[in-house]
């Protein structure tokens, strides 16, 4: 490459990245015949109207504040004229950080509350924990899905033609069925076998004492107070283990039922779980037995794992039955599991999926 | 939303008037339109050729590849032929208004009065 032709790329940035790919090339022929013979860069005047011009259009291409904010903060629909630059937003390097970016009000206008008031400690906590599970959440979520949604949502059109894009049918990605039921598995077990520690061993719990407030007929307060006794807690896991074992059998009638006999997917893709959900699931292991370990020692009194527990054991048995299921049942999806086990009803045929891609690689295909 | 027709976007819808031009070709074109007044740089070129696109006034018509080097022609659109007719008529009517104000302006100044 020319130093007059790399000079002319340095200073192209200023446009956006989706207008130099498409006017990149036919602009740098121009620079070049206009520049001087033996020219080495662009003169300072060419330089000014570069960079005049790449912010005019990259304000041309941005919607006003009264588009832009209702869109950042709560995703409002942008109006049509503004289908491309959303493009650019969601389906363009660095649009996960925009996006959560944009939420950051939501967590902080609560958290900069609560850091004012007495409770900094909990709060921060509390705060830290939700992080964490957030990003375990984002970890297990295939990025290419969130970007297709959001495209969908924000970027649907009639014609589907946005800028040099084009809407396409493509296949439905379902995540199969083995994977899915084996993360599900593995986390019901943790919780189960973590949280059911927990709160048998759980030495304080929540309670409630009288207060006395001048003038008020009746107050209570809630307190930590030393556990009693365990019974209380240990029969609840016990019943819900074994209405657990009821609900399994009863999903595993549904699922030979439906199972057997189900439709062929021609619009169907299977994938495995996301790519950095390996990650995401061992971030959430480490947050429940954290959370377990804070309740059984201590630190925390037993609240969570009272909830957890019992919620965990009752669907444990069932996640078993759909594991075992899906390693002996090739080419199923695990959302076919899940249906069949919640509604009792035979699996139903995906439609296919629609997909923003370049109208160059529609051309190739 | 609206288009702004600027001394240089007309120029610019002239030179693509007479044929359909290059980026290169249309600086040259406006060049020599404007007997070396308008001197078009490619930031300019390409602001005013993309707000045309957009507005329906031009489209590309056509790709070559010269010396290595991308040439992409645009041509006028039947809109963009009749916002240049338009923008001809409106500065037409404008100069025969300030010609007949002009020739209706006295050719002595008048005498402001004394104090």
Same mark, same amino acid.
Request: with cysteine; aromatic share 6%; hydrophobic share 50%.
């Given at each position: 490459?020319?130093?007059?032709?790399?000079?002319?790329?340095?200073?192209?940035?200023?446009?956006?990245?989706?207008?130099?790919? /498409?006017?990149?090339?036919?602009?740098?022929?121009?620079?070049?015949?206009?520049?001087?013979?033996?020219?080495?860069?662009?003169?300072?005047?060419?330089?000014?109207?570069?960079?005049?011009?790449?912010?005019?259009?990259?304000?041309?291409?941005?919607?006003?504040?009264?588009?832009?904010?209702?869109?950042?903060?709560?995703?409002?629909?942008?109006?049509?004229?503004?289908?491309?630059?959303?493009?650019?937003?969601?389906?363009?390097?660095?649009?996960? /950080?925009?996006?959560?970016?944009?939420?950051?009000?939501?967590?902080?206008?609560?958290?900069?509350?609560?850091?004012?008031?007495?409770?900094?400690?909990?709060?921060?906590?509390?705060?830290?924990?939700?992080?964490?599970?957030?990003?375990?959440?984002?970890?297990?979520?295939?990025?290419?899905?969130?970007?297709?949604?959001?495209?969908?949502?924000?970027?649907?059109?009639?014609?589907?033609?946005?800028?040099?894009?084009?809407?396409?049918?493509?296949?439905?990605?379902?995540?199969?069925?083995?994977?899915?039921?084996?993360?599900?598995?593995?986390?019901?077990?943790?919780?189960?076998?973590?949280?059911?520690?927990?709160?048998?061993?759980?030495?304080? /719990?929540?309670?409630?004492?009288?207060?006395?407030?001048?003038?008020?007929? %009746?107050?209570?307060?809630?307190?930590?107070?030393?556990?009693?006794?365990?019974?209380?807690?240990?029969?609840?896991?016990? %019943?819900?283990?074994?209405?657990?074992?009821?609900? %399994?059998?009863?999903?595993?009638?549904?699922?030979?039922?439906?199972?057997?006999?189900?439709?062929?997917?021609?619009?169907?893709?299977?994938?495995?779980?996301?790519?950095?959900?390996?990650?995401?699931?061992?971030?959430?292991?480490?947050?429940?037995?954290?959370?377990?370990?804070?309740?059984?020692?201590?630190?925390?009194?037993?609240?969570?794992?009272?909830?957890?527990?019992?919620?965990?054991?009752?669907?444990?048995?069932?996640?078993?039955?759909?594991?075992?299921?899906?390693?002996?049942?090739?080419?199923?999806?695990?959302?076919?599991?899940?249906?069949?086990?919640?509604?009792?009803?035979?699996?139903?045929?995906?439609?296919?999926?629609?997909?923003?891609?370049?109208?160059?690689?529609?051309?190739? /295909? | 939303?609206?288009?702004?027709m600027s001394e240089q976007a007309y120029y610019?819808?002239?030179?693509?008037?007479?044929?359909?031009?290059?980026?290169?070709?249309?600086?040259?074109?406006?060049?020599?339109?404007s007997?070396?007044r308008v001197?078009?740089?490619?930031?300019?070129?390409?602001?005013?050729?993309?707000?045309?696109?957009?507005?329906?006034?031009?489209?590309?018509?056509?790709? !070559? !590849?010269?010396?290595?080097?991308?040439?992409?022609?645009?041509?006028?659109?039947?809109?963009?032929?009749?916002?240049?007719?338009?923008?001809?008529?409106?500065?037409?009517?404008?100069?025969?208004?300030?010609?007949?104000?002009?020739?209706?302006?006295?050719?002595?100044?008048?005498?402001?009065?004394?104090?």
């Open positions: 490459m020319r130093s007059l032709d790399r000079s002319a790329a340095f200073w192209l940035r200023a446009y956006t990245p989706a207008w130099r790919a /498409r006017r990149a090339d036919e602009v740098t022929a121009v620079l070049v015949d206009l520049a001087p013979d033996g020219a080495r860069s662009l003169d300072l005047r060419t330089v000014l109207g570069l960079l005049r011009g790449g912010v005019a259009t990259r304000w041309r291409q941005t919607p006003p504040l009264r588009v832009y904010l209702p869109y950042r903060l709560l995703d409002v629909r942008v109006p049509p004229q503004y289908r491309e630059w959303v493009r650019q937003d969601i389906a363009s390097p660095g649009a996960l /950080r925009r996006n959560l970016t944009g939420r950051l009000w939501l967590f902080v206008l609560p958290l900069w509350n609560a850091l004012a008031s007495d409770t900094r400690g909990d709060t921060l906590a509390m705060w830290t924990v939700l992080t964490i599970a957030l990003t375990a959440t984002l970890l297990c979520v295939r990025p290419g899905s969130v970007v297709r949604r959001r495209l969908q949502r924000h970027a649907r059109t009639s014609p589907p033609v946005v800028g040099s894009w084009v809407w396409v049918r493509t296949s439905r990605a379902r995540v199969a069925a083995e994977p899915g039921a084996q993360a599900l598995v593995l986390l019901l077990t943790v919780g189960a076998v973590a949280w059911s520690t927990a709160a048998v061993l759980a030495p304080t /719990r929540l309670g409630s004492v009288p207060c006395d407030a001048a003038g008020a007929l %009746a107050c209570s307060e809630l307190v930590v107070v030393p556990r009693d006794h365990t019974a209380l807690i240990t029969a609840p896991l016990t %019943a819900a283990l074994l209405a657990g074992v009821g609900l %399994a059998v009863a999903v595993r009638r549904r699922l030979a039922r439906h199972l057997a006999d189900r439709p062929e997917q021609p619009a169907r893709q299977l994938v495995g779980l996301a790519p950095h959900a390996g990650p995401g699931l061992a971030l959430w292991v480490g947050l429940i037995l954290a959370g377990a370990t804070a309740e059984a020692t201590g630190t925390w009194a037993l609240s969570l794992s009272a909830l957890a527990a019992p919620a965990c054991l009752l669907l444990l048995p069932t996640a078993a039955v759909l594991w075992l299921l899906a390693r002996t049942t090739p080419g199923c999806a695990f959302v076919d599991l899940r249906h069949v086990a919640w509604t009792g009803r035979p699996v139903e045929v995906d439609r296919y999926d629609t997909d923003l891609i370049p109208a160059a690689d529609l051309v190739r /295909r | 939303m609206a288009f702004r610019v819808l002239l030179s693509l008037a007479e044929e359909p031009r290059h980026g290169y070709g249309v600086v040259q074109a406006v060049k020599d339109l007997d070396d001197r078009l740089g490619a930031g300019t070129l390409y602001g005013i050729l993309d707000r045309l696109v957009e507005a329906g006034y031009a489209e590309a018509s056509g790709e !070559v !590849v010269v010396d290595g080097r991308l040439r992409r022609y645009y041509r006028l659109t039947r809109d963009g032929m009749a916002a240049l007719a338009a923008e001809t008529a409106r500065l037409t009517d404008l100069a025969s208004l300030a010609r007949r104000v002009l020739a209706a302006r006295p050719t002595t100044r008048p005498a402001l009065g004394s104090a």
